[in-house]
């Protein structure tokens, strides 16, 4: 039984890597066919971005995930405020 654990949670992550790549490798297919706007990409890596980039100068990457939600509701903030203020003069 304990030699099943380990093997176990290492066969679930190798899983979620490769459903990983998979998305990522579907998301660059569709980017050069022109199904998806670059924009809408860079929304999506934004957080992951950031968080690496924290996770790499802070003290703890639990630090870095807090400091990634917080800035990351900040930008969601400031976009619907904006979108308010267009909607508002259309």
């Known amino acids: 039984?304990?030699?099943i654990l380990p093997i176990a949670i290492?066969?679930?992550l190798g899983l979620a890597g490769l459903g990983i790549?998979?998305?990522g490798i579907s998301g660059l297919r569709s980017l050069?066919?022109?199904k998806v706007r670059p924009l809408g990409i860079a929304i999506v890596?934004?957080?992951i971005v950031l968080v690496a980039v924290l996770g790499f100068t802070m003290e703890?990457?639990?630090q870095a995930a807090i400091f990634?939600?917080?800035v990351m509701f900040g930008l969601t903030l400031v976009g619907m405020f904006l979108t308010g203020v267009r909607n508002?003069?259309?």
Request: glycine share 8%; proline share 4%; net charge positive.
């Open 10 to 12: 290492y066969a679930a």
């Open 1 to 3: 039984m304990n030699v």
């Open 60 to 62: 703890t990457w639990a």
């Open 68 to 70: 990634t939600l917080v």
């Open 21 to 23: 790549l998979g998305m």
């Open 45 to 47: 890596v934004i957080p």
């Open 88 to 90: 508002l003069f259309r």
């Open 32 to 34: 050069a066919y022109g």
